[in-house]
Nanobody, 119 residues
Framework: QVQLVESGGGSVQAGGSLRLSCAASGYTYSRICMAWFRQTPGKERERVADIYTGTGSTAYADSVKGRFTISQHNTKNTVYLQMNSLKPEDTAMYYC????????????WGQGTQVTVSS
């Protein structure tokens, strides 16, 4: 059973930065897909960024390209989301997700961490 624990959320002013962390445990696969999603009340969940841990290949939503960076620390089984030049519209609950077979099933989720950006 994969377990994901997020940390690093908080409140910041527009233009500021935050780094989210997602510590993963409970799996033996060395190559899985992991992603950060975000959601605000009344809106659909949006996939912000994802990474294939086998090669480090990444992908981003257009809304965050050039501002957010997803990365991994293999020995710590941790995925990060560095968020720079934050905007009020980035305010959301951010979730870490894992997909063991990289089929976009996103079978496992963390509990979420709140990010609030004030103008």
């Amino acid at each position: 059973q994969v377990q994901l624990v997020e940390s690093g959320g908080g409140s910041v002013q527009a233009g500021g930065s935050l780094r989210l962390s997602c510590a993963a445990s409970g799996y033996t696969y060395s190559r899985i897909c992991m992603a950060w999603f975000r959601q605000t009340p009344g809106k659909e969940r949006e996939r912000v960024a994802d990474i294939y841990t086998g090669t480090g290949s990444t992908a981003y939503a257009d809304s965050v390209k050039g501002r957010f960076t997803i990365s991994q620390h293999n020995t710590k089984n941790t995925v990060y989301l560095q968020m720079n030049s934050l905007k009020p519209e980035d305010t959301a609950m951010y979730y870490c997700a894992a997909d063991i077979r990289c089929t976009a099933a996103w079978n496992y989720w963390g509990q979420g961490t709140q990010v609030t950006v004030s103008s």
